[in-house]
């Protein structure tokens, strides 16, 4: 019995109970062959399961998608295509490009580490004592402050403070957050 008829065999129930065919021991393909297809070109007897996989096979080969694919090639090509449909973050893409040859090394190690704009504890510090009211804008630590910003940094610090809790500290009206913009603005000339 070939080892295709024994792996047939495993599969399918019925056939274990079953006489397996005879074999032509002289046109019985070698051992490095596999697959039912070279068993039927080689003139073994075969039962009609080892057929229908062979079929499959090459079906499978033909149309390019192997329906008895294993689950975690499958999850990991499920994967590729959630990937590929989600929206790419610029960021990401600014880094990748850092990795082409023709960057120095120097570049690749400076351009991530710059500093655009405060430090998330300025932020913080800043918002804390913008709290307190726009009375804070004359103090010199909150200028300070203001003046590290960039300018995606002020807005986020603009949306923050319009949306202050009322049980925590006012939320600051649209004069007040224009003030805050002027103020920024002159600090940054």
């Known amino acids: 019995m070939t ?11 019925f056939l274990q ?6 074999q032509r021991a002289e046109l019985t393909p070698p051992a490095s062959s596999i697959g039912a297809a070279s068993c039927l070109c080689a003139g073994a007897d075969t039962d009609w399961s080892a057929v229908i ?11 390019g998608e192997n329906t008895n694919m294993d689950t975690f090639e499958r999850a990991c090509r499920e ?4 990937a590929e449909a989600r929206p790419r ?3 990401l893409e600014r880094l990748r490009r850092l990795l082409d040859d023709d ?9 991530p580490n710059q500093m655009s704009g405060a430090p998330a504890a300025t932020v913080e510090a ?4 913008l709290r307190r009211g726009v009375g804070e804008l004359t103090k010199p630590s909150t ?13 986020s610090v603009c949306r923050r403070v319009q949306n202050f809790r009322p049980e925590i500290a006012t939320p600051w009206s649209v004069d007040e957050v224009a003030a805050l913009i002027a103020k920024w603005r002159e600090l940054h000339g």
């Open 3 to 13: 080892t295709i008829q024994r792996r047939d065999l495993s599969r399918n129930n």
């Open 17 to 22: 109970h079953r006489n397996p065919f005879p």
């Open 53 to 63: 996989d062979g079929c499959r096979d090459v079906l499978a080969i033909a149309v």
């Open 79 to 82: 994967a590729n295509r959630k």
């Open 89 to 91: 973050d610029p960021r």
């Open 103 to 111: 960057i120095s090394l120097e570049r690749a190690w400076h351009e």
């Open 126 to 129: 800043l918002a804390y004592s």
């Open 143 to 155: 200028l300070r402050r203001l003046s590290e910003l960039a300018e995606s940094q002020i807005k």
